[in-house]
């Protein structure tokens, strides 16, 4: 199902200027409407339109950050009217479309969302993560290690377009930084301050490192997300699995303790690194009672929902 879900999402994502039915949702598919009815209240926040609506703002409001005109933004994205689109952003945003627009693009200032340029902005973003995340390894590992100053540095020079910043004049509201280590998948640490989510801004930044991604060829994004996230990342068309992790235990006995104690169907299993276990289960919701299963009856594990997102 989830396959299939993903292949609908793509679609939308790709053709999200274009008029989108159910119907042709269908058609392209190869599945009835009510089955793609079933696909979104499995996997996704909202219904399947109701994705589609959204999807459409966030990508309108990703090209404010460029000063295109409002009235060109809206019929690309099918509003013939300025009300009409007034309506629809004021209901997901909370402000309308100018207003949003002065908010991001302060007088005299550059576009908000931009791609990580020196080492000076990455500094300033790696120090951004650390706030937020303290002792988190992904941002605070020692030089020479991986995810070290030195490791993102070289990410920098390898493909800054996958590392963006959101600016509000001089100050960092929120960052994602997209690295690949297979060349095929982009796997993303973000973050942003606490008032600056629900403003559209993060929904915009995901859409712009979407849109490199895809440019540069990649085949899907993937990221580890915090608890109650899962609706947000949902929205954006998102799927997620639950991923526990051990150090200390074998990938058998994660099996074992799952086949005693779990309700999920097992997706995976692996070694990560050559000394992290890794059992992936079926559970795209984080189930807190599992998660205190594996981490305070057994220990030594760590349980986190990862969403991904097919781009080809």
């Known amino acids: 199902m989830a396959a299939g879900y993903q292949e609908i999402i793509r679609y939308i994502d790709e053709h999200v200027k274009e008029e989108i039915t159910i119907a042709g949702l269908a058609g392209m598919a190869g599945y009835s409407a009510n089955h793609i009815y079933k696909l979104f209240r499995v996997y996704a926040a909202r219904p399947v339109m109701e994705y589609v609506r959204r999807k459409r703002l966030y990508a309108a409001a990703s090209e404010m950050y460029t000063g295109r005109k ?20 004021k209901s997901v945003f909370g402000c309308s479309p100018s207003k949003y627009k002065t908010i991001i693009r302060k007088e005299g200032t550059a576009v908000l969302i931009d791609n990580i340029k020196t080492t000076e902005e990455l500094e300033r973003a790696l120090g951004f993560f650390q706030a937020l995340y303290p002792g988190h390894r992904a941002v605070n590992a020692g030089n020479g290690e991986k995810f070290g100053r030195e490791w993102w540095e070289r990410q920098l020079g390898r493909e800054p377009g996958l590392l963006l910043q959101a600016k509000d004049g001089e100050k960092l509201c929120a960052a994602t930084l997209g690295f690949s280590e297979d060349g095929r998948y982009v796997t993303v ?107 305070e009856e057994i220990g030594d594990c760590w349980v986190q929902v990862v969403v991904s997102k097919e781009l080809r």
Do not use: M
């Open 189 to 295: 640490h973000e973050g942003a301050l606490e008032e600056y989510r629900g403003t559209g801004i993060f929904e915009a930044l995901f859409v712009e490192l979407e849109k490199r991604a895809r440019l540069r060829g990649y085949a899907g994004i993937a990221l580890g997300i915090g608890e109650g996230e899962e609706e947000f990342y949902a929205a954006l068309g998102y799927v997620g699995k639950t991923l526990i992790q051990s150090e200390t235990y074998s990938v058998e006995e994660l099996e074992a303790f799952n086949a005693q104690h779990g309700r999920y169907e097992a997706a995976g299993s692996g070694v990560y690194e050559g000394h992290v276990s890794q059992l992936w289960l079926n559970a795209s919701l984080l189930d807190k009672t599992l998660k205190r299963k594996y981490e």
């Open 70 to 89: 409002l009235c060109d933004i809206a019929l690309d994205y099918g509003y013939e009217t300025p009300a009409g689109f007034y309506k629809a952003f």
